[in-house]
């Protein structure tokens, strides 16, 4: 006979799993408080990174049922939710998403919605790949600098050069203009470079 886990996440330690718990008693199943792993970490960390997440799959066997409520429980995006329930069908974990009519992921029905859900988030993030990069391109085309805004401007610039030639130490320099040796010698780099 299969045992049933679950697995509950929440971001914040504000906030609860409670009413994750609930939503999966309602459901019907019933989970054993040593098989109900509570988790209070960030969606933004892999699955695999997740010390909860890690303790239920050293519990986990084969032939075990895993039921989230949602599929953002399972991880970040759709690419670390596919290979999260792939490494758990590898298993013979099935693994139920409440929020999907309780499909299990790992059925060619799950199969299916997985791949789906897959195509859907890289197309996703090939559209916002292109406007990020148009994006770039027009703010370039219209004179917009990017990064760190220069600690020296064009004058101070010139200052540093002429004491640099004037034999004084970059440290001695980098002092008197409030920066880094670093930021003196890339000055004088970039000159040479301008002169070769």
């Known amino acids: 006979m299969s045992r049933v886990f679950a697995y509950c996440r929440v971001s914040t ?7 994750q718990q609930r939503e999966i008693e309602a459901a019907g199943f019933i989970v054993r408080s040593q098989r109900l792993i509570d988790e209070h970490i960030s969606g933004s960390v892999t699955a695999s990174e997740r010390p909860g997440f890690a303790r239920l799959l050293d519990r ?25 329930v792939e490494l758990l069908a590898i298993s013979d974990i099935r693994v139920h998403c409440l929020a999907l009519g309780g499909v299990d992921l790992t059925s060619p029905a799950g199969k ?22 148009s994006g770039i391109a027009r703010a370039r085309a219209a004179g917009k600098r990017f990064g760190r805004p220069p600690v020296l401007n064009e004058e101070q610039k010139l200052a540093v050069l002429k004491r640099i ?18 930021t003196i010698l890339r000055v004088k780099v970039s000159n040479q470079r301008l002169k070769e």
């Open 13 to 19: 330690l504000e906030q609860t799993t409670e009413n």
């Open 112 to 133: 299916m919605t997985m791949q789906v859900i897959s195509a859907v988030a890289e197309f996703e993030r090939d559209l916002l790949l292109e406007r990020t990069h």
């Open 165 to 182: 030639s004037l034999g004084e130490s970059i440290s001695g320099i980098a002092r008197e203009f409030s920066t880094t040796r670093q």
């Open 60 to 84: 986990m066997e084969n032939g075990d049922v895993l039921i989230v409520t949602k599929l953002d429980r399972l991880g970040r995006n759709a690419m670390d939710i596919r290979k999260t």
